[in-house]
Each structure stands twice: as structure tokens, then as C-alpha cells.
């Protein structure tokens, strides 16, 4: 069965540092989304893309924060200078279709800003 | 603004008891509302999605029950067994347009004891 996988599974950084987490969506999938949970809360929306562009973000996803589709089967997100707050799991999820779409979701990458 | 609840204390059951969990809304009229299950370190799994014209949708041991005028959506699994411990989240789109942001509760835990 085709999986939504993402790498690495944890990394740490410093405060400062950027970070780029990958993700290989569902490869018929045409919607990309990102998502982070901070331990022991909810999953919180980042962004969505399609057609190489970003179709919606969430507050969270402000100017650190990037997303890149740079080949026909990676899908990134970067953070340009770490916090600690950044500390979260991140989830990639693609979809076939929009709206009521199934979202498929990544395993998912531990960071840890120290 | 808008909120979604659910009850954020862990439900025990017996195996082989019904277990209902529920999602309360408010400041929405979701299109439609889903039910992801999340094991612990793991992403969200698509269970079900019921679109706001119907009362009631079935999946195996799984229905999902959907009252607009509530505002509430319940979701039961039947002859609940040890494996279906995990948290449950419900999922709505943003309230109007943006189907692309999906919004989480922040999930019921579910044990199961044998």
C-alpha cells in the first residue's frame, strides 16, 4: 500500500539553525499539506500546496518558515532560524483531491531545538 | 472564533463494550467532518468522513453520527477490542472556503482493557 514517508524520523538542532524536513507524498497525490504537534497538543495546520505554490498557511507559518516541491517527489519544509518553540513533530500528508479529500499522513519528524 | 472540543479525558472501556466518543463544535457549518485515529508517535489514519447532509454513516465496527443543529458529531465503535486503544481526533475544514485547512480537535484517548 502506498505511504506518505518523511526523514529524518528525529533531528536536533541549536537555536539559530536551520532545518529542512522531507517528505515523499503518495506520488498520484496532488496536495501537499504540513503540519506540526507540539507534545501533548493538538495537530495544528502549517500550510497546503498545490500546482507549486502554497494555496493556504495557518498564522504559525510565518517568514521562517518555507516550503519547496523541489523535484517530482520531494516536498520540503524548511525553518530558517530555529526556536525553541519550533520543538514539535512534524507531519507531511498529501491527498488525491481537495476539500473532502482522505489526507494521508507521514510518520512524521521529531525536532528538537536545544 | 471558531472551537472544536472534545473531551479531553482519557475513556476507559471494557472489551466488547460500545465506546462513543464526541466532538462538539461551535462558530462553524463544516461541509463535512472527519475522524482521523492517532497512535502514540505516529501520524493521524483516516477512519471516516461524513458530509453534513447525512445523519449517519457506517464503516465495520465503526459509525459516525453528524447533528448540525447540535453542532455535534458521535463517533462509536461496537465490540471495541484491546487494538482500537488510541486517541481519536475529529477533523473540520475551515468554515468557509480554504477546504484545503483541515482543523483538529485535540482528541479523545480510548483504552480498551481486556
Known amino acids: 500500500e502506498p505511504e506518505v514517508t518523511q526523514t529524518p524520523s528525529h533531528q536536533v538542532t541549536q537555536m539559530g539553525q536551520e532545518v529542512i524536513l522531507r517528505c515523499v507524498p503518495i506520488s498520484n497525490h496532488l496536495y501537499f499539506y504540513w503540519y506540526r504537534q507540539i507534545l501533548g497538543q493538538k495537530v495544528e495546520f502549517l500550510v497546503s500546496?498545490?500546482?507549486?505554490?502554497?494555496?493556504?498557511k495557518s498564522e504559525i507559518f510565518d517568514d521562517q518558515f518555507s516550503v519547496e516541491r523541489p523535484d517530482g517527489s520531494n516536498f520540503t519544509l524548511k525553518i530558517r532560524s530555529t526556536k525553541l518553540e519550533d520543538s514539535a513533530m512534524y507531519f507531511c500528508?498529501?491527498?488525491?483531491?481537495?476539500?473532502?479529500?482522505?489526507?494521508?499522513f507521514g510518520p512524521g519528524t521529531r525536532l528538537t531545538v536545544t | 472564533s471558531q472551537k472544536i472540543e472534545q473531551n479531553s479525558e482519557a475513556l476507559n472501556i471494557q472489551e466488547g463494550k460500545t465506546a462513543t466518543l464526541t466532538c462538539n463544535y461551535t462558530n462553524y457549518s463544516p461541509a463535512y467532518l472527519q475522524w482521523y485515529r492517532q497512535d502514540p508517535g505516529r501520524g493521524p489514519v483516516f477512519l471516516l468522513l461524513?458530509?453534513?447532509?447525512?445523519k449517519e454513516k457506517r464503516k465495520e465496527r465503526l459509525k459516525v453520527t453528524f447533528d448540525t443543529t447540535l453542532k455535534q458529531s458521535l463517533f462509536h465503535i461496537t465490540a471495541s477490542q484491546p487494538a482500537d486503544s488510541a486517541t481519536y481526533l475529529c477533523?473540520?475544514?475551515?468554515?468557509?472556503?480554504?477546504?484545503?485547512?483541515?482543523?483538529f480537535g485535540t482528541g479523545t484517548k480510548l483504552q480498551v482493557i481486556p
Open positions: 477533523a473540520l475544514p475551515k468554515n468557509s472556503g480554504g477546504y484545503q485547512k483541515v482543523t
Open positions: 500528508a498529501s491527498s488525491e483531491v481537495q476539500g473532502e479529500g482522505e489526507q494521508y
Open positions: 461524513i458530509r453534513e447532509n447525512k
Open positions: 500546496f498545490y500546482n507549486n505554490e502554497i494555496s493556504e
